[in-house]
């Protein structure tokens, strides 16, 4: 019954025993609210040095959106957008959309902004279309073709790109539609991915991701605060162009996993793919997850403890000449093939300062096979200029649309 669905959720007193008719709809209005849990009041600054979405945590909800400028449309009408856009994201973020506002879809009416951040991004296509090509940045340079790239065109790269992330599904939904319904005659969508993490408050000990192979996935992440993060990370302030001061490029891959295969293997087997425990992440050399693992260290048998061809040994920065990025991806499952195979993976999301100095050295890698490439398939690709974050009553983008 609906009565024992809410309190389950943790909405316990919003229905009283009943008396509000059927659904205890009534009652559920006259009651006292509930507090939002941190789930739903947590609101994510929008203006700053860097967009939310990428140091941000990941969240369990995402959408990427990819659109194109329509014939006619140019600079102006992409300025024009971005503001429009820029404010939503706002307005939306900081949970301030006033209920029953015209025209909103009221799809997250009685929500708190749930750790909602929108990111916006520009593709290398944008550059031409809007006359802007004296100020594109050298790290738009188109990614190269990988020998085992089966890349569908129609659902990579892309005039603009935007990053949804929430904790909740419904206000990641209303975001969606809330920018899609703003684009109106000026772009239109060229691809859109959905993906998902584990919620907050799942797990007894809050840890690292899973992906849907099981592995424990983002341990080895630069962090924040750390040395060079920021250096690896975002464009610093005096970087070029000007405009990207405080930006970060994004590479994303939708990369498909071969999960019967995959799932057929022994955990022993599956270990040794990627060199490190499934149950807790720690690597194979010993220690917990947090261990660096010990790429030298050999068993009794005097074999690697973490394989040559691991994961973790293949994208290593001491194995790449330092190469680091930040993943931050959404898992993924679009339903089944015709084979009866899922159609699930990870929507790989990789921030750089420099995909020269990141994505490119470490996927060239890959790409000569190590264990887990194997298990994978690369079915869609984009890269995109990620500007700095906006001042108060600046939009996104401005500094290079004006
Ligand atoms: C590490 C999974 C694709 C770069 C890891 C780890 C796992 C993992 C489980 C170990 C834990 C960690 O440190 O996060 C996967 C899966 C992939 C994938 C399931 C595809 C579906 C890629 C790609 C790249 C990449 C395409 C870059 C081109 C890295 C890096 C590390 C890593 C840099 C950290 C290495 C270290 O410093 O120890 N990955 N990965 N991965 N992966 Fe992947």
């Known amino acids: 019954r609906l009565l024992g ?39 994510v600054p ?7 979405g990428i140091t941000t945590p990941a969240q369990a909800h995402g959408h990427l959106l990819a659109f194109d400028l329509a014939p006619g449309a140019g600079r102006k009408q992409a300025a024009a957008l971005l503001r429009r856009w820029s404010d939503t ?3 939306l973020m900081a949970g301030e959309v006033p209920p029953g506002a015209p025209g909103d879809t009221g799809i997250a009416l009685d929500a708190g902004p749930a750790s909602l951040t929108v990111t916006f991004g520009f593709g290398r296509t944008f550059f031409a279309r809007t006359g802007l090509t004296a100020r594109l940045p050298r790290e738009l340079a188109p990614l190269p073709d990988f020998s085992s790239d089966a890349l569908d065109k129609k659902r990579s790269n892309g005039d603009l790109w935007i990053q949804i992330g929430a904790n909740d599904s ?11 319904r703003e684009v109106a005659k000026t772009a239109r969508l060229r691809w859109q991915m959905t993906g998902f993490n584990r919620s907050p408050g799942t797990t007894r000990h809050p840890m690292t991701v899973r992906n849907l192979m099981g592995q424990v996935d983002g341990t080895n992440n630069p962090a924040p605060g750390e040395k060079d993060f920021d250096k690896r990370i975002f464009v610093p302030a005096s970087g070029t162009p000007s405009w990207m001061a405080g930006g970060s490029y994004a590479v994303l891959r939708r990369i498909r996993m071969l999960l019967d295969d995959w799932d057929e293997h022994s955990l022993a087997d599956q270990e040794k793919v990627v060199g490190r425990r499934k149950s807790d992440g720690a690597p194979l050399s010993g220690g917990s997850e947090h261990t660096d693992p010990n790429l030298d260290k050999r068993g009794k048998d005097g074999s690697l403890l973490i394989a040559a061809d691991a994961h973790v040994r293949v994208t290593a920065p001491e194995s790449n000449g330092g190469a680091a990025m930040l993943r931050r991806p959404f898992s993924f499952h679009d339903g089944f093939r015709d084979d009866g195979a899922p159609d699930a993976g990870l929507l790989f999301i990789a921030w750089q300062a420099d995909p020269l100095r990141g994505f490119v050295p470490v996927q ?25 974050g906006p001042d108060k009553g600046e939009y996104v983008g401005q500094r290079l649309l004006e």
């Open 170 to 180: 419904l206000v990641a939904f209303h975001a969606l539609r809330a920018l899609q």
């Open 46 to 52: 929008f203006h700053g040095t860097h967009q939310a």
């Open 89 to 91: 994201a706002r307005r």
């Open 5 to 43: 669905t809410a309190s389950a959720a943790g909405a316990a007193g919003l229905v009283v025993g009943g008396a509000g008719g059927a659904y205890g709809y009534s009652a559920a209005q006259d009651a006292p609210p509930t507090p939002l849990t941190t789930v739903g009041s947590t609101a």
């Open 364 to 388: 060239r890698k890959l790409d000569r096979g190590d264990a887990l490439s194997r298990f994978l398939r690369h079915e869609a690709s984009a890269l995109f200029a990620v500007p700095g």
